[in-house]
């Protein structure tokens, strides 16, 4: 597992038994992880029994402000009675990152009754303290520290993933997957999410991501059942044409051709089709329907789970979205999307919060979205 394209994962308390063992399970699979204490030495000291254990370089220890300033990601994992003190410690650090709290609030010597502070929530409160620059999520606290450690123990609890942002929650629900639990977050995009074409809303136009074809030209499961899906709201008359959007970086690979030759063939005119041919990823997809092609308002067509970073990076990029889920079968390559999407969501995340890159872009294609070609203006 490769560990460079994800984010740096910091723990602070990570010496302790819960961020030990979280620590423990995210270094195993695969991310960079930074153990934080309030000394350097012994943090360097928890980071090498990580070390000793997985047999390889995954960890390394530094001083809390340290190690928050370095990570992209930073679990709060210390006793609620020091959880202000630690994030007043390392809030400079903090800024455009997102915070994990893990904290209960347990105030001995009655360890066994939950004490809200001041009548909201432990996690609602450092939120306020930091501001929106810091994405606050609340998560993990109902998983005990037992048997993190055992990375053979199945850990049968849900995590609850608290969010006021759906992505953060996203982003964190793929980091828990990853070390083997079951996650939910509560979602914003409820009501925006369709199963079915015909309870989607009129919009211009719909956008299909491309998801692979084979030399045949036959469409991947994945990519056919998205076709379906747009030609069904195309024939239905909620949209006025399809932007097909995919990957040509080779001659001989043309996916939005490959896509078009799919919809002329289930009778949706060539006018109402618009190819774009440097559709590589989601985010250059969704920044060039708005830069190249003018889109303001668009239903995303793709599979459920990738739905949620699609919607996400559009409303990051300014457009108005709707989603209708394409999926009509189970995917042989199910796992794979789901892996895959954990570290896809990783990295739209940095992109747009923190470096928002420029894709491949060109002279602005105007599309007349307003009508479809049978309708006389
Ligand atoms: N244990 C569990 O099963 C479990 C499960 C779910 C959630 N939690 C929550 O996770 C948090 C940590 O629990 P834990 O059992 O891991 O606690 P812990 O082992 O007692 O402490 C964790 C770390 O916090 C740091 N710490 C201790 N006292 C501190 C203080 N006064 N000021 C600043 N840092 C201090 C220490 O790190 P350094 O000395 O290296 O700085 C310590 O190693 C708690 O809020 C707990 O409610 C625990």
């Not at 302790?16 to 423990?24: D, I, M, Y």
């Not at 306020?128 to 999520?137: A, C, D, F, R, T």
């Not at 520290?145 to 995590?159: Q, S, T």
């Not at 991501?209 to 076709?227: C, E, I, K, Q, V």
Request: charged share 25%; aromatic share 8%; hydrophobic share 45%.
């Amino acid at each position: 597992m490769q560990s460079d394209s994800r984010p740096v994962i910091a723990v602070l308390g990570g010496s302790g038994k819960e961020g030990s063992g979280l620590a423990f399970r995210w270094a195993h699979a695969g991310y960079p992880v930074i153990i934080g204490s309030r000394t350097a030495e012994k943090a360097e000291q928890a980071a090498k029994e990580i070390n000793d254990a997985l047999g390889r370089p995954a960890a390394r220890g530094l001083d809390n402000p340290a190690a928050a300033a370095a990570a992209t990601i930073v679990v709060l994992t210390v006793p609620f009675a020091a959880q202000r003190k630690t994030v007043e410690e390392v809030r400079p650090a903090l800024t455009g990152k997102i915070l994990i709290d893990v904290t209960v609030p347990l105030v001995p010597p009655k360890v066994s009754r939950v004490q809200l502070p001041g009548g909201r929530s432990a996690v609602e409160a450092i939120q306020e303290l930091l501001g929106p620059e810091v994405k606050v999520v609340s998560a993990f606290q109902n998983i005990s520290a037992h048997h993190l450690k055992d990375l053979d123990y199945v850990i049968e609890c849900e995590v609850l993933v608290c969010s006021d942002d759906r992505a953060t929650g996203d982003l964190v629900v793929g980091m828990a997957k990853e070390i083997g639990l079951r996650a939910w977050v509560e979602g914003t995009y409820r009501g925006r999410v369709y199963s079915q074409a015909a309870a989607v809303p009129s919009q211009p136009l719909a956008i299909v991501f491309g998801a692979g074809y084979w030399p045949s030209g036959r469409l991947s499961d994945a990519l056919a059942d998205r076709m379906e899906a747009a030609i069904a709201l195309y024939e239905a008359g909620t949209v006025n044409k399809l932007l097909l959007t995919g990957d040509n970086r080779f001659a001989d690979y043309n996916e939005p051709a490959a896509m078009a030759a799919y919809a002329e063939e289930r009778g949706v005119p060539r006018e109402d089709l618009v190819l774009d041919y440097a559709g590589r990823r989601t985010y250059d997809s969704c920044y060039r329907a708005r830069a190249i092609f003018g889109v303001e308002r668009a239903v995303l067509v793709t599979q459920d789970f990738h739905l949620p970073r699609a919607l996400y990076t559009c409303d990051r990029l300014g457009l108005e979205v709707v989603g209708l889920a394409a999926d009509r079968q189970a995917y042989v390559r199910a796992a794979w999307y789901d892996l895959r999407e954990v570290m896809a969501l990783a990295r739209a995340w940095l992109d747009l919060e923190l470096l928002t890159p420029e894709p491949v872009l060109g002279d602005p294609i105007p599309v007349d979205w307003s009508r479809r070609s049978d309708q006389v203006p």
